[in-house]
C-alpha cells in the first residue's frame, strides 16, 4: 500500500528564509507525487507535481522539489519566503495519472515570521 | 484547470438531521468525483469515488447508508449526511481529476450541535 510521510507536524521560517518541506514516501512502483497547499478554510491548491523525467521539478509561487528515488523522498523547497506563504502543505502519492486515489500525508503548517 | 464550487460553504444543524452538500464542476464535466473528509489540523481522507450515473464506491470504514452520494450529472454530485452527529462534524471537500492532477473545490465546513 502507498503512503506519506511528512515529518515535521511544524516549521516556523522568517520572512526572507529559505524554507524546505519534507516528504517521503512509499510506493511499490514508480510514484506520482504531489504537493498541494491549503490555506485556512480553503480547499488545496495544487503547487506541483512529479510523473517521470526531470527530478527537478518547479511549481507556482516560486516553488520546486526535488524527487529523489535513492531516498523515497520528495522534499518542497522555496529559496526566499514571504509572508503569505504561511499555510498548510501536503504531499500526495499517487497510482496513476489519475490522481483521485493519491494518498495525502498529515500535512507540515508553516509558520512565517515577519 | 476545472474549476469546483461547493454549497453551502459552511453549516450549522441539529443532531438527528440530514445536510445535503454539493460539489459543482463550473467548466468540466466529471464522470468521477472525490469525496473527503478532514478534521481539523489532520489530512484529508478519501470518502468515496461519486461515478455519474451509477453507484458510489466506498472506502472502508465509512457508512455508505450515512454518507449518501449522488452524482447525477457530470457537473454535479450530492454528498448527504443523513442523522447527522457531533462527531460527523468535519471539514468536507469534493475534487474532480483531469488528467494529471486533481481540482478540488473550497470545501464545506459541517458543524453538528
Known amino acids: 500500500a502507498q503512503s506519506v510521510t511528512q515529518p515535521d507536524i511544524h516549521i516556523t521560517v522568517s520572512e526572507g528564509a529559505s524554507l524546505e518541506l519534507r516528504c517521503n514516501y512509499s510506493?511499490?512502483?514508480?510514484?506520482?507525487l504531489f504537493w498541494y497547499v491549503q490555506s485556512p478554510g480553503q480547499g488545496l491548491q495544487l503547487l506541483l507535481k512529479?510523473?517521470?523525467?526531470?527530478?527537478l521539478v518547479q511549481g507556482i509561487k516560486g516553488f520546486e522539489a526535488e524527487f529523489k528515488r535513492s531516498q523515497s523522498s520528495f522534499n518542497l523547497r522555496k529559496p526566499s519566503v514571504h509572508w503569505s506563504d504561511a499555510a498548510e502543505y501536503f504531499c500526495?502519492?499517487?497510482?496513476?495519472?489519475?490522481?483521485?486515489?493519491?494518498?495525502f500525508g498529515d500535512g507540515t503548517t508553516l509558520t512565517v515570521k515577519p | 484547470g476545472a474549476v469546483v464550487s461547493q454549497h453551502p460553504s459552511w453549516v450549522i444543524c441539529k443532531s438527528g438531521t440530514s445536510v445535503k452538500i454539493e460539489c459543482r464542476s463550473l467548466?468540466?464535466?466529471?464522470?468521477?468525483m472525490f469525496w473527503y473528509r478532514q478534521f481539523p489540523k489532520q489530512s484529508l481522507m478519501l470518502m468515496a469515488t461519486?461515478?455519474?450515473?451509477?453507484?458510489?464506491?466506498?472506502e472502508q470504514g465509512v457508512e455508505k447508508d450515512k454518507f449518501l452520494i449522488n452524482h447525477a450529472s457530470l457537473t454535479l454530485s450530492t454528498l448527504t449526511v443523513t442523522s447527522a452527529h457531533p462527531e460527523d462534524s468535519s471539514f468536507y471537500i469534493c475534487?474532480?481529476?483531469?488528467?494529471?492532477?486533481?481540482?478540488f473545490g473550497p470545501g464545506t465546513r459541517l458543524t453538528v450541535t
Open positions: 500526495a502519492v499517487g497510482a496513476s495519472t489519475n490522481a483521485g486515489k493519491s494518498t
Open positions: 510506493y511499490g512502483a514508480t510514484p506520482y
Open positions: 512529479y510523473f517521470s523525467g526531470d527530478t
Open positions: 467548466d468540466f464535466q466529471a464522470t468521477t
Open positions: 461519486s461515478n455519474e450515473g451509477s453507484k458510489a464506491t466506498y
Open positions: 475534487s474532480l481529476t483531469g488528467t494529471y492532477e486533481q481540482y
